[in-house]
């Protein structure tokens, strides 16, 4: 029983890992799809993001429908985000891993 199962979860384990290998691999084969963008893009597509904001806040809101009104929040809000994701390039570090650096430095000094 034991090695049947042990069998059954390494055939799953398996299954799973060169589903995404291939599918990966297939994806990096493709030349015609573009992964990521270079710094030139992300400073060109953040000045037209910033441009369409301005445009946003000058636009008179008041003889909007509902439903445009919900559009353009929507809308600020995905630029809101991948401005973000574009634009901080900062390290996170947790309380715990504060305390395991702070923990090191003081057994080394």
Do not use: H
């Amino acid at each position: 029983m034991k090695r049947k199962t042990c069998t059954l979860l390494a055939i799953v384990m398996m299954a799973f890992t060169f589903g995404e290998t291939v599918s990966a691999k297939a994806l990096a084969d493709d030349p015609g799809k573009k992964t990521e963008m270079t710094d030139a893009e992300i400073e060109a597509r953040l000045a037209e993001m910033r441009a369409r904001v301005a445009e946003i806040k000058a636009m008179d809101k008041s003889s909007l429908s509902k439903v445009e009104r919900k559009a353009l929040k929507k809308e600020l809000r995905e630029m809101n985000k991948q401005a973000r994701k574009w634009g901080s390039g900062g390290i996170y570090l947790s309380v715990g891993a504060v305390i395991v650096i702070i923990l090191v430095l003081i057994l080394i000094l």
